[in-house]
């Protein structure tokens, strides 16, 4: 009976911890499984040939450590409970990819050597054609794009708007409208457009810098207080183990689970918010 429940309350366990996951990065129901997915051996090969090994290994290590500390705990609840300790925590508590700041400072750099070129006397086409030679890194493949399509006679305006698609951030769709206004201007004014372009994104740089700055306070707080916690369970597990034998007991199994996906929600609560909020986009493409 006891194993019984205790395989139950891993089972639950799990369930939460995925749905707490899914529920983080808004995954739809309805595109957790594609229409026509392939065979399941096919899908395990394919996982196996994208797997990073260091992340291979350290799935391996931390389902390794949930089987020993289950067989040192006689507690079923541990063979879920690490795992995902093991694999979710650090994920959970790690800060985020600041995507947001690293376009803003490829934007800034490209918008300022255009004005630069543009003071020239050349044209807006001419412009962007010349910079895709020397592109920042994080919009090289973008441009690259860009010059193929106006190479195919599409026009600036159609040309520019597809890359704010490829792009999908509403700082790339500031700057790509106003190129898309100067283009149908023959250039006129683009100038000083674009130089107010770059003061304004470097103004945006330093609001959000300081803004993750104050996000990354509470971050650490928790981190801080998670470690501490881990640490100081393990070793009253290990010096007071009569402590937790209530535990041990097919309640206790249960009450257990509760407890670490309760505090596994918390986590995920606390990382959403220090997520930057999604923007609405102001340039959209005909699709």
Do not use: H
């Amino acid at each position: 009976m006891m194993v019984l429940l205790g395989v139950t309350s891993a089972m639950v366990l799990i369930a939460g911890v995925l749905g707490a996951v899914a529920w983080w990065q808004g995954i739809p129901a309805d595109a957790v499984r594609p229409p026509s997915s392939p065979g399941l051996w096919a899908q395990v090969v394919d996982t196996l040939r994208r797997t990073d090994p260091r992340g291979a290994a350290w799935v391996a290590g931390a389902l390794a450590a949930g089987v020993s500390v289950t067989a040192w705990t006689q507690w079923p609840v541990m063979l879920a409970v690490v795992p995902a300790a093991f694999v979710g925590v650090p994920k959970l508590l790690t800060a985020p990819r600041q995507t947001d700041i690293a376009l803003l400072q490829a934007l800034d750099r490209w918008v300022r050597t255009m004005a630069a070129t543009l003071a020239t006397g050349k044209s807006v086409t001419d412009v962007l054609r010349g910079s895709a030679r020397t592109p920042p890194p994080l919009l090289a493949e973008p441009l690259v794009l860009l010059v193929r399509r106006l190479d195919d006679q599409w026009t600036p305006a159609q040309a520019l708007t597809a890359m704010a698609d490829e792009l999908a951030a509403p700082d790339a769709d500031a700057v790509l409208a106003s190129l898309v206004l100067a283009a149908q201007r023959g250039g006129t004014g683009a100038t000083t457009t674009l130089a107010a372009l770059a003061d304004t994104i470097q103004n945006r740089l330093a609001a959000l810098r300081e803004i993750e700055a104050e996000r990354a306070k509470p971050r650490v707080v928790v981190r801080q207080v998670t470690i501490i916690t881990l640490v100081v369970l393990g070793a009253a597990m290990i010096l007071a183990r009569e402590f937790f034998a209530p535990f041990a007991t097919p309640t206790g199994q249960v009450i257990l689970a509760v407890l670490v996906v309760a505090y596994s929600g918390s986590l995920v609560a606390l990382r959403r918010m220090t997520l930057p909020r999604r923007r609405a986009r102001i340039l959209r493409g005909a699709s």
